[in-house]
């Protein structure tokens, strides 16, 4: 399955040349420290059914999305989602998940799940609000001790769950392909939990109180979960998850 539009691609990976090529891809998105995804290895999940796209201009490599099949046939685990840093703001990675969910839906496949690291006031913007999954697992220090962009902090993550025939997820993609806004979900009757506007400036300019946030978004997020929360939506402009009652 090809996607073209403007110039821009969404297709598979295709062949040995193409998955090793991804491999620095990676290592330029995530740092010469964070191991990348073997070539080997991704052919071989390719093979077995998984994703490995990518999103391309002029034969150049500016977005990367991997994920692979899980014990259960209707779940893709979502593992890797990556734009070029030349390359963003162009919504490539809201394209591609939005070219995963089409793939998914082919193959008889209706939820995606990944992590996130919740501190990331972008990411939860793109899992949250504009594609529509919710979260209610937590994971402390998930991958232990990390390098690259990721480095000085916990690696906690929060699972994303994206029902992708779900009837507000349905309103989204509607409304993705006629490149409109997504709505914001209600905020009425929730409990809020403001997370940085900026980990990347947080971890450079002042690590402990970056590392007190991490803390203190873990103890707030866990203890709602808890409760029966669920992270329902995210206000990107006050960077503030929104959870409500399941």
Same mark, same amino acid.
């Given at each position: ?20 090529? +991804? ?10 420290? #964070?191991?990348?995804?073997? +070539?080997? /290895? ?5 093979? &077995?059914?998984?994703?490995? %796209? ?10 990367? /999305?991997? $994920? ?8 893709? *685990? @979502? *593992?890797?989602?990556?734009? *070029?840093?030349?390359? =963003? $703001? ?26 996130? #690291? ?5 990411? %939860? ?7 529509? %999954? ?5 994971? &402390?220090?998930?991958?232990? !001790? ?8 916990? @690696?906690?993550?929060?699972?994303? #769950? ?14 993705? !392909? ?7 979900? @209600?905020? &009425? ?9 900026? /980990? ?12 007190? &946030?991490?803390?203190?978004? =873990? ?28």
């Amino acid at each position: 399955m090809n996607i073209q539009n403007q110039g821009l691609v969404l297709r598979e990976l295709s062949g040995v040349a193409e998955l090793k090529d +991804s491999e620095q891809f990676q290592k330029t998105v995530w740092g010469e420290d #964070d191991q990348p995804d073997n +070539s080997d /290895l991704m052919l071989a999940i390719q093979h &077995e059914g998984g994703l490995v %796209a990518g999103a391309f201009k002029d034969g150049r490599m500016l977005g990367f /999305l991997f $994920g692979f099949p899980t014990s259960q046939a209707h779940v893709q *685990h @979502s *593992h890797r989602l990556a734009v *070029h840093p030349d390359s =963003r $703001g162009m919504g490539l990675g809201l394209k591609l998940k939005w070219f995963q969910r089409d793939w998914c839906l082919s193959r008889g496949i209706t939820l995606v799940r990944w992590t996130y #690291d919740p501190l990331r006031r972008i990411n %939860a913007g793109l899992n949250i609000t504009r594609l529509g %999954a919710t979260a209610g697992t937590y994971h &402390e220090d998930y991958y232990g !001790k990390m390098e690259g962009i990721n480095a000085g902090v916990a @690696s906690d993550r929060l699972v994303a #769950d994206w029902v992708l025939n779900a009837p507000h997820v349905e309103a989204l993609a509607k409304c993705a !392909k006629r490149d409109g806004a997504a709505a914001s979900a @209600s905020s &009425e009757n929730c409990v809020k939990v403001k997370i940085p506007n900026d /980990l990347d400036k947080l971890l450079s300019t002042d690590l402990e109180k970056a590392i007190a &946030e991490r803390f203190r978004v =873990r103890e707030a997020l866990t203890t709602a979960f808890s409760k029966g929360y669920r992270i329902s939506a995210f206000d990107v402009d006050a960077a503030c998850y929104h959870l409500s009652k399941t």
